[in-house]
C-alpha cells in the first residue's frame, strides 16, 4: 500500500493527545453518608468498572476513526507493480489489407476493430497509430475518431517484422518509460512469421483476429492462350481457398455490356475459356459472385490496337535470320546497308541493329550515341574482321571496348537465366547439358562493366549488356558460330526486340513496378494522365524522341480501366487490377511464438495493458471505515451501560 500524500501520516501523532487526556484524567468523587450503605457499596463497585470498560472502548473506537480520517486524507492506493510511476506510451499498428474485409463473429474484422479500438483505449490518452497507408502520431481517439471511421482497406500490406520495426520507430527516446506496441491484423501465412526476442523495454501485444469462413474464390489472371487468324482464346484462373463449388458461373463484359458467360466446377483451381475476335479494341472485366473478399471476384483487362515495334538492321551481311525473328505480325522491320543507311530514318526507331559492319562511321556513333540517350535500344554484333579504331569509340559509350581478336574456338555455355530476356518464362528449367553453340573467333571485351547474358566457359563474355545496348563480341555468321543454328538466338533477339518498346501488358497489379512505352511524340509542357470517372493521376513519365515511359507503382490505387490521356486525347486504355496475394485466407500458427502476448481479443489486450497501471484506490474504504466506527462510538455510548 502506497500514499498520494504521505506527509499527512505526520497527524498521527495528534492520537496521542486523547491518549494521555485519558490516562491522566482525575475525577474526584464526593462522599454521602446514608444510613445503610451496604447495598449502596456494591452497587457503585459495579458502576465503576462498567463505566472504565465504556471508556476505554470509546476511546479505542476514536482513535480509529481518527486514524481511518487521517488515512483516507492520505489517499492510499495499491497496484500491480510500479509501472504507474512510468509515463506510458502506446503503439498500436492496424492492418487494413485487403484480407481484412473478411467477416467474423461482429462483421468485417477491419470495421470491428476500429470501433474496438474507440471504445477500449481512453479517449484522452496521447497513442500513436499507424495502417498500411496512414500514420497518425502523438495524437489521442478522440482527435482521429473520424479518420478511423472512415478508414478504407489498402492495396499495401506490410509484413508483421516490417510493422514491429515501424512501431519501434514511434518510440520515444526517454526513460523509465511502459512501452505497448498493439499489432492487430489476421497473421495471413502470405507474410514471414514474426521474430522475436526478450525486450524488458518493450510489451508487444499480437491480435489475431480470425474469420468465422476462410472459403473464398478468386479471379487470379488471365492470358491470351491461343491466337488464330479470325479470333484469340482468352483463358482465365480461377482459385479457390475453400469448399469445392460445383456451378459457379463466370461473365466477361467489354465496356461493361455483357459479351459472354459461362460456369466452372472448381476445387483448387481451375479455369474458364472464352473466344474474341481479334483486330477489336476490349475494355474488359472479368467478374463471379463470391460472398467473402470483394476485391478479387473482378479482373480487368485491355486488348489495345497493336503496336508495332519499329527495327532497323544496318547490315554489313546477310539478315535473312533477323527477318525469321522480327515478323510483320508484330515488328516493323526495316533493313538497309551501311552505305545506303538515312539517317533521318533513326529517330523513328526502338531498335537498331549493327549487324556484322566492319567499321563504324562518326556520324553513325554520334547519331547512336544519340539514339541511345533518347531511349532507343542498339544490338551490336561485330564482323570477323573489325576496324577497332572506329569500333572502340561507339563502344565507349557503353563502358566496353573490344580488344585484339583471338582466333580459338570457344563454346557458349552459360545461360543467366535471372537475366530479364530469359528471366519471363523462357525456361521451364534451368538446362545444365545441350547443344553448345560454338565460335571461331571472338573479340574480349577491355572491361568488365557489362552485365553478363550469355558467357564462354571460361567465363568471358559471349553477349554483354550495357543499359539498353547489347553488345557480342563474335560473329554470328555461318562461318564463324553456330549460334544461329541452334533456337536459343530467337528468344534471345526477340526479347532484346520486344523490351526495346514495352507494349502495355493486358493489365498491371496495383503495388508493382509497371513500366510500359507510349509511341507519342509529345510537345513542350504536355504531360499524359490516367483517367476514370473522376479521378484524375499524372503518372511519373519520362520523354523520348518517340515515345514517352510511364512508370507507375501505388497509383492508380482503385481498380478499374483508366484512360490514357494528352489534353483531350485518349491515346489507349489501360487496366490496374489489386494484388491477389491475400485472396487465399490462411494463418499463421502463433503458438510457437515467445516474449509476445498473443490474444484473439482487442478488449482483452487492452484490459491487460490498463491492469499493468491499474491504481486501486483505497481512500473510500477508509471513509466508511470511520463512518462504521463512528457509528459504532454512537452505540456504545447509548447502549453500553
Do not use: C
Not at 484469340?232 to 480461377?238: D, E, R, S, T
Not at 533477323?322 to 538515312?342: G, M, V
Amino acid at each position: 500500500m502506497q500514499f498520494k500524500h504521505p506527509e499527512l501520516l505526520y497527524a498521527l501523532f495528534l492520537l496521542l493527545i486523547p491518549i494521555i487526556v485519558h490516562l491522566f484524567q482525575l475525577r474526584k468523587f464526593q462522599k454521602v453518608e446514608f444510613t445503610n450503605v451496604a447495598f449502596l457499596k456494591e452497587a457503585t463497585l459495579q458502576t465503576r468498572k462498567s463505566s472504565q470498560i465504556k471508556k476505554w472502548l470509546t476511546l479505542l473506537t476514536r482513535l480509529l476513526l481518527l486514524a481511518a480520517l487521517v488515512f483516507a486524507f492520505a489517499q492510499p492506493f495499491s497496484s500491480k507493480s510500479d509501472a504507474f510511476k512510468k509515463e506510458k506510451e502506446t503503439i498500436i499498428y492496424l492492418d487494413n489489407s485487403f484480407s481484412m474485409q473478411a467477416k467474423g463473429t461482429h462483421g468485417e474484422l477491419l470495421k470491428r476493430a476500429v470501433q474496438d479500438i474507440i471504445t477500449q483505449v481512453p479517449e484522452n490518452e496521447t497513442i500513436s497509430l499507424f495502417t498500411n497507408d496512414a500514420v497518425f502520431k502523438n495524437t489521442t481517439i478522440k482527435a482521429i475518431k473520424n479518420d478511423l471511421l472512415k478508414l478504407d482497406y489498402s492495396t499495401n500490406q506490410l509484413t508483421i517484422q516490417a510493422a514491429l520495426l515501424k512501431s519501434k520507430t514511434f518510440l520515444s527516446k526517454k526513460t523509465n518509460t511502459l512501452n505497448n506496441i498493439v499489432l492487430i491484423t489476421d497473421f495471413q501465412n502470405n507474410t514471414p512469421l514474426l521474430k522475436t526476442k526478450k525486450d524488458s523495454l518493450i510489451n508487444v501485444n499480437l491480435v489475431k483476429l480470425s474469420p468465422v469462413n476462410t472459403n473464398n474464390i478468386s479471379v487470379d489472371s488471365l492470358f491470351i492462350s491461343e491466337t488464330t487468324p479470325t479470333a484469340f482464346a482468352l483463358k482465365v484462373i480461377l482459385k479457390n481457398s475453400g469448399t469445392e463449388i460445383d456451378n459457379l458461373p463466370v461473365s466477361l463484359y467489354n465496356n461493361n455490356k455483357l459479351v459472354a458467360k459461362t460456369s466452372v466446377a472448381i476445387q483448387q483451381e481451375s479455369e474458364a475459356l472464352f473466344s474474341l475476335p481479334v483486330n477489336q479494341i476490349i475494355n474488359g472485366k472479368i467478374t463471379i459472385n463470391d460472398a467473402n473478399l470483394q476485391f478479387d471476384n473482378s479482373l480487368y483487362f485491355n486488348i489495345n490496337k497493336p503496336s508495332k515495334i519499329n527495327v532497323l538492321s544496318i547490315n554489313g551481311t546477310t539478315d535473312s535470320f533477323l527477318k525469321r525473328i522480327y515478323t510483320p505480325a508484330e515488328f516493323n522491320f526495316l533493313a538497309t546497308s551501311e552505305n545506303q543507311l538515312n539517317y533521318n530514318l533513326i529517330d523513328n526507331q526502338h531498335l537498331i541493329i549493327l549487324n556484322e559492319l566492319k567499321t563504324i562511321p562518326v556520324a553513325l556513333n554520334a547519331a547512336l550515341k544519340q539514339f541511345t540517350s533518347q531511349g532507343g535500344s542498339v544490338i551490336i554484333i561485330p564482323s570477323q574482321s573489325i576496324n577497332l579504331a572506329s569500333y572502340n569509340p561507339l563502344l565507349a559509350n557503353f563502358s566496353s571496348g573490344f580488344n585484339t581478336v583471338i582466333h580459338a574456338e570457344k563454346r557458349i555455355t552459360t545461360i543467366n537465366y535471372s537475366h530479364p530476356l530469359y528471366s519471363n518464362g523462357v525456361f521451364e528449367k534451368q538446362v545444365k547439358n545441350f547443344q553448345y553453340p560454338k565460335v571461331n573467333s571472338f573479340y574480349p571485351f577491355t572491361t568488365n562493366q557489362l552485365a553478363s547474358v550469355l558467357n564462354f566457359e571460361d567465363g568471358n563474355l559471349f553477349l554483354g549488356q550495357f543499359k539498353n545496348a547489347y553488345i557480342f563480341s563474335s560473329a554470328l555468321n555461318k562461318d564463324n558460330s553456330s549460334f544461329k543454328n541452334l533456337p536459343l538466338i530467337v528468344p534471345t533477339l526477340y526479347n532484346i526486340g520486344k523490351q526495346s518498346f514495352k507494349i502495355p501488358e493486358l493489365y498491371y497489379t496495383i503495388g508493382q513496378e509497371n513500366t510500359f512505352d507510349v509511341d507519342t511524340k509529345m510537345q513542350q509542357d504536355q504531360v499524359l494522365s490516367l483517367q476514370k470517372d473522376g479521378i484524375s493521376i499524372i503518372p511519373k513519365q519520362q520523354y523520348f524522341n518517340n515515345k514517352v515511359v510511364i512508370n507507375t507503382f501505388d497509383e492508380p490505387s482503385e481498380a478499374g480501366i483508366y484512360a490514357l490521356i494528352t489534353k483531350n486525347d485518349t491515346l489507349k486504355k489501360l487496366s490496374y487490377n489489386f494484388n491477389r496475394s491475400e485472396s487465399n485466407l490462411n494463418y499463421n500458427d502463433l503458438s510457437a511464438l515467445k516474449h509476445v502476448t498473443v490474444s484473439d481479443s482487442i478488449t482483452e489486450i487492452f484490459d491487460t495493458i490498463k491492469s499493468d497501471t491499474k491504481i486501486n484506490a483505497l481512500w473510500k474504504w477508509f471513509v466508511i471505515f470511520a463512518l462504521a466506527l463512528l457509528i459504532i462510538e454512537m452505540l456504545i455510548l447509548k447502549f453500553f451501560k
